[in-house]
C-alpha cells in the first residue's frame, strides 16, 4: 500500500487477463521466477510509504496521505478492506496447510491474487526443492575437495584428476539439465532457478572448505597424535600385559619368556635352533617345548586352512601365534593340492613396496609392508634355525614344495629369502614422470613434520625421485621415451621425475619363503599349549561342507580356486592368468628390482623373474593347473615369444640372458571401491551345509605381498575371538 503501481492489478482486470505486468511477460509458468513481484519500475515505484498490504496500514494513514494514493490504490485498498475477516492478510490463515479460500487476497508475479491458485503453492514448492537441490550440488563440491586429501593443501595436491574432474562437472551440468529441460521439469517436478538461487549454497561451500584447509594446515604443523604416539613408542610394554594378563595364571617363566621375545619383536635364534631340533624329531607335536608351562589339556580346537600360498601360510602363522598369546590350544592343518607355494603366490615377483604406479602410498600401504617384514624376518630366522639339523634339502623349482622332494630349497641355500637391493620404477611417459614428482612432493610435505619429531622412523622407506641419468647410472640399459626426456628438459615448475626409487625395496623370493615361514609355523606349534600343532596335507578339496565333519573352523585362502568352493557373489573376485619367465642373467647384469607394466626381478645370483602377461579369460579349472608351464606346448611358446618381448622393452640387457623356466598363475583380482582395488575377507554368506559360514581370505591380486600379513593378522583375530570387527570394514565381508 502507498505505493504507485505501474500496472492494472484490479482483480477483474487480472482475471481477464489484462494486466501489463503478466502481459509483458513470455512463457510465465516455463521461464519465470515465480517469487518474482517487481519489474525495474516495481510494486515499490515512486512513492513515500512502505508497501503494506494490509487495512491497518491505510486505516492509520491521514486524509492527506489517503488523498496522495493513486486512484487504483485507493480502490485496490477499498476492495481488500471490504472482504470477510477469513480473507484479511493481516490475520492469514490458522490451518498453514489450507488451500487459500475463494476472493483471498495475496500476490504473485506482481498481481493480486483473489481466487484459489494450486499452481502457484505447487510452483512455489517445486521451486523451493530445486533449489535445495541445486544447493546441495554446490556444497558437494568442497565436499569432494576436501576429501582429496588428508593432510595436503589442495593447492599443493593440485587438480590432476581427470576422473574426480569430470564428476564435478557431470554432476553441475547434471543439476543445470535438470533445472532447464522442460521434459525434466515435468518429470522431476524441477523448476528453472534465477541465477541468483543457485548461489546461495555457495557461502557454505566456502566455509566447508576454508575450514578444511585451516585443519589440513593445523595437521602439517602438528606432530603425530598423542594416541598414536604413544602406542607406537609403548607397543612392546601394553603387548607384554596383554601376555602378563592372559598368561599369568599359567606359570611365571612362561609369561616372563613371552615379554623378553615381545621385547625383540620376534624371536630368539639360539632358542629356536633347539626348539626346531625337536620340533624335527617330534613331528612339531606340542608336547615339545623350549621350555617349561603349565597349558591345560583341554581338547584343541581344529582350524583348516585351505590353500597354501600367501594368505593361507600367513594365516596359520597369525592363528598359532594367536591362540600361543591367549594360551589356549589350537590345532591347525593347512591344505594345498600342489603344496606351499605351488599356485600363483609362487609365480609372484616379490616386489614388496607401498606405491600405485602414480607413486602414490596405497591403501595401508606402509603398514602392511611392516607387517609383511615382519613375517619375512621370522620366517628366514626358521629357515636358519632347522639348517642346523635338516642340511638335505631339494629344489623348489617345480613350482613349489613337495612331500615328494623333501622340504624346500636346494641350490638356493646359498641365496637370500629376501633381500632389499632397492626397486625402481622408471617413468614409462612424460605424465608418469610428472605424478611421481607430485608425489613425492605431496608426502615430503605432509610427512616432514612427522618425520622431524618422531624417532621411530620405520615408516620413511625413503623413496625418492631420480633423473633420468640417475636412473641410467642405477640400471644401465634403461630406455626412456623421447617424451620423458623431453619433459623433463623442460624443467617446469612441477618438474619430470625419470623414475621412482625405493632404496629399501624388497625383493622376495616367494617359494622359499612361504616355504621358510611354515617352518615358523611348526615351531611356533611347538611352543603353544598341549594340544597344539601344525600339519601340512595334500589333498583336492570340493566340497567346504565335508570338511566340517572333522574341522570346528574352516579358511578359504585358496585364491583363484575359491569359486570352485563358494559361490561367486560370496567372494565377487575377477580371475587374470598370467605367464612369466624365470631367466638366468649375466654375471652382475642386474641388481635393483626394476617395477612396472613388465617387472624384472633379481632373485638373488642366479635367476631373475620377468613378467607377466595378462590374460583374463582364465577360469577355475586354469588355477589349477598353476605352476611349471610346458615351453614346448602352443600357448607355452607363443607365451615365451610375448614375454620375450616385454622384457626387451622393459630392460634391454634380458635379450642376451637364457630362459630356465616358463611359469603360470591365476590371480583373483577384487572389485574396485573408493578406496582402490582392495582385498577382501570375511565370511561368506552361504553356510556349509546349514552349520556355520567358513571364513575366507581373497582378492588380494597383484598385491598379495603387501596385504597378506595383515589380513593374515585381522583374520586370525576374527577367527579367534569369533568376533568379525576385527577385521577393517574396508576389506570385511559379512553377510548374514
Known amino acids: 500500500g502507498g505505493c504507485s503501481l505501474p500496472i492494472d492489478y484490479s482483480p477483474n482486470a487480472y482475471m481477464a487477463g489484462s494486466s501489463p505486468f503478466l502481459a509483458s511477460l513470455t512463457s510465465v509458468s516455463a521461464t519465470v521466477d515465480p517469487f518474482i513481484e517487481f519489474n525495474v519500475d516495481g510494486f515499490r515505484g515512486p512513492g513515500n510509504f512502505v508497501c503494506n498490504r494490509d487495512c491497518a496500514t491505510y486505516t492509520a494513514m491521514s486524509a492527506t496521505e489517503k488523498a496522495a494514493l493513486s486512484t487504483d490504490d485507493q480502490a485496490s485498498f477499498a476492495y481488500f478492506c471490504s472482504q470477510s475477516a477469513d480473507y484479511g492478510f493481516t490475520r492469514g490463515f490458522a490451518d498453514p496447510d489450507r488451500v487459500a479460500p475463494a476472493g483471498a487476497y495475496y500476490w504473485w508475479n506482481g498481481a493480486p491474487q483473489t481466487m484459489p491458485n494450486l499452481k502457484y ?51 553441475t551440468v547434471l543439476g543445470a539439465t535438470l533445472c532447464y529441460t522442460p521434459a525434466f521439469n515435468s518429470v522431476f517436478g524441477t523448476r528453472p532457478l534465477h541465477v541468483l538461487h543457485w548461489f546461495s549454497g555457495v557461502p557454505w561451500s566456502i566455509l566447508i572448505f576454508t575450514y578444511d584447509e585451516m585443519r589440513k594446515a593445523h595437521a602439517r604443523q602438528t606432530t603425530r597424535g598423542l594416541a598414536r604416539r604413544f602406542i607406537r613408542r609403548h607397543r612392546v610394554r601394553v603387548r607384554a ?29 639360539d632358542c629356536m635352533t633347539a626348539h626346531g631340533a625337536r620340533a624335527v624329531a617330534h613331528g612339531a607335536r606340542a608336547d615339545v617345548r623350549c621350555r617349561a608351562h603349565g597349558g591345560s589339556n583341554a581338547v584343541p580346537r581344529k582350524t583348516a586352512v585351505v590353500g597354501a600360498g600367501f594368505a593361507g601360510v600367513a594365516l596359520a602363522f597369525e592363528l598359532l601365534e594367536g591362540a600361543n598369546a591367549r594360551g589356549t590350544a589350537l590345532d591347525v592343518t593347512l591344505i594345498d593340492a600342489r603344496g606351499i607355494a605351488g599356485g600363483a603366490s609362487g609365480v609372484a615377483a616379490g616386489l614388496l613396496h607401498p606405491y600405485t604406479p602414480r607413486g602414490k602410498i596405497i591403501w595401508r600401504g606402509r603398514e602392511g609392508v611392516a607387517a ?63 605424478d611421481f614428482r607430485r608425489a613425492f612432493n605431496a608426502r615430503l610435505v ?25 636412473t641410467l647410472a642405477l640400471c644401465p640399459g634403461l630406455v626412456f621415451t ?17 623414475a621412482l626409487y625405493m632404496p629399501r625395496g ?25 594340544g597344539t600343532r601344525a600339519m601340512f596335507r595334500t589333498a583336492t578339496i570340493d566340497d567346504v561342507e565335508a570338511l566340517y565333519d572333522e574341522f570346528d573352523d574352516v579358511c578359504l585362502c585358496c585364491g583363484a580356486a575359491v569359486h570352485a568352493l563358494v559361490n ?43 613378467g607377466p602377461t595378462k590374460e583374463y579369460d582364465a577360469t577355475v579349472e586354469d588355477a589349477r593347473r598353476a605352476g611349471v608351464a610346458d615351453r614346448a606346448s602352443t600357448r607355452g611358446a607363443r607365451a615365451e615369444s610375448a614375454l620375450r618381448d616385454l622384457a626387451l622393452r622393459a630392460y634391454a640387457p634380458t635379450s642376451s640372458w637364457d630362459v630356465v623356466q616358463l611359469k603360470y598363475g591365476v590371480r583373483a583380482n577384487p572389485p574396485r571401491s573408493p578406496a582402490g582395488a582392495l ?17 575366507f581370505v581373497a582378492g588380494l591380486g597383484a598385491r598379495g605381498l603387501v596385504y597378506h600379513a595383515l589380513l593374515a593378522r585381522w583374520v586370525a583375530d576374527a577367527m579367534l575371538d569369533d568376533d568379525i570387527t576385527a577385521i577393517p570394514e574396508d576389506v570385511r565381508r559379512d553377510s548374514a
Open 679 to 695: 582385498p577382501l575377507a570375511g565370511r561368506t554368506k552361504t553356510r556349509a551345509g546349514g552349520r556355520r559360514r567358513p571364513w
Open 446 to 470: 605432509a610427512d616432514i613434520e612427522a618425520f622431524k619429531d618422531d624417532d621411530d622412523d620405520d615408516d620413511d622407506d625413503g623413496a625418492t625421485c631420480l633423473t633420468t641419468a640417475e
Open 121 to 171: 503453492q505447487t510452483a512455489a514448492l517445486e521451486y523451493a526443492q530445486t533449489a535445495y537441490f541445486i544447493t546441495i550440488i554446490i556444497v558437494q563440491w568442497a565436499d569432494l575437495l576436501i576429501a582429496k586429501t588428508r593432510k595436503l593443501s589442495i593447492f599443493e595436491q593440485g587438480m590432476g584428476n581427470d576422473f574426480m574432474n569430470f564428476g564435478l562437472i557431470f554432476e
Open 241 to 269: 600385559l596383554r601376555v602378563l594378563c592372559v598368561l599369568g595364571a599359567t606359570g611365571g617363566v612362561r609369561a616372563g619368556d613371552q615379554v623378553r621375545e615381545e621385547r625383540l619383536g620376534g624371536y630368539d635364534v
Open 372 to 434: 609383511a617384514k615382519r613375517l619375512i624376518s621370522l620366517a628366514v630366522k626358521a629357515e636358519d634355525a632347522l639348517d642346523v639339523v635338516l642340511n638335505a634339502r631339494c629344489d623348489d623349482a617345480d613350482g613349489g614344495w613337495r612331500d615328494s622332494v623333501g622340504r624346500n630349497t636346494g641350490e638356493r641355500r646359498n641365496d637370500a629369502v629376501a633381500r632389499a637391493p632397492g626397486i625402481v620404477r622408471p617413468a614409462r611417459s612424460a605424465k608418469q614422470g610428472v
Open 482 to 498: 623421447e617424451d620423458v626426456l623431453e619433459a623433463e628438459a623442460r624443467a617446469d615448475d612441477v618438474g619430470c621425475a625419470g
Open 506 to 530: 624388497v625383493v622376495v623370493d616367494a617359494p622359499r619363503y612361504l616355504s621358510a615361514l611354515w617352518d615358523a609355523c611348526s615351531i611356533v606349534a611347538s611352543r603353544g599349549v598341549a
Open 568 to 610: 561367486a557373489d560370496d567372494v565377487p573376485v575377477q580371475l587374470q592368468g598370467g605367464h612369466v619367465l624365470v631367466m638366468k642373467p649375466d654375471d652382475g647384469a642386474l641388481t635393483t628390482g626394476i617395477l612396472g607394466t613388465t617387472y624384472v626381478a633379481p632373485l638373488g645370483t642366479s635367476r631373475a623373474m620377468v
